[in-house]
């Protein structure tokens, strides 16, 4: 489980995705589907539906700052490749304040 401070688009590319951002119930994401995430929602699941193909999908999140002018932080418990035979690939960009962390440990 994890939250982000500000709002969350993706895009999926390829594969099916499975994702969970409460109040909702699951739902299963296509390629070429779009969704995003109210700031500050729990989101419960993010998978990749297929144990053999990959997933593709394009993250666009602003999580620069909220109110109180300091960064938001969220906790990831884990990227892990379902998958046994494919590699997984995970490409990160991040815009944020110079001289900012790109991540902390969770306390």
Do not use: C, W
Not at 49 to 55: D, F, G, I, Q, V
Request: proline content about 10%; overall charge neutral; charged content about 20%.
């Amino acid at each position: 489980m994890h939250q982000h401070g500000g709002v969350v688009f993706i895009h999926v590319l390829e594969g099916e995705i499975e994702s969970q951002v409460e109040p909702n119930p699951p739902k299963i994401y296509h390629a070429g589907d779009f969704f995003h995430e109210p700031p500050m929602q729990v989101h419960r699941t993010f998978r990749n539906l297929s144990k053999t193909a990959p997933a593709e999908f394009l993250n666009f999140s602003n999580i620069a700052t909220q109110n109180t002018g300091t960064p938001p932080l969220h906790i990831h418990r884990s990227y892990r490749n379902l998958s046994g035979t494919n590699p997984a690939e995970l490409l990160v960009f991040e815009v944020r304040e110079k001289g900012q962390p790109l991540a902390v440990a969770p306390k």
